[in-house]
């Protein structure tokens, strides 16, 4: 695929969170919308994932999700 020309006017068009086409997901999360919304990577330690090791890794996905729910729920210093 080779591109000819940018898919913006120019430098100036560019801004964080906004798309020319906005996608809505099934859970109504819109994309490219006008709002930047945070990712979270669910990274687990090296091990084998196994039916053995199943409730290992369900418990550090758990622990992963509430450690960013606390951290979100967070207010940082001089924001009210």
């Given at each position: 695929m080779t591109y000819t020309e940018l898919a913006t006017a120019g430098p100036s068009e560019p801004a964080c969170g906004l798309a020319r086409a906005p996608l809505t997901t099934q859970?109504?999360?819109?994309?490219?919308?006008g709002q930047v919304h945070p990712e979270l990577s669910f990274t687990l330690p090296a091990m084998s994932i196994t039916e053995e090791r199943r409730p290992e890794v369900l418990r550090t996905c758990r622990e992963i999700a509430s450690d960013a729910a606390a951290r979100s729920r967070r207010r940082p210093r001089g924001r009210q």
């Open positions: 859970c109504g999360l819109t994309i490219g919308g």
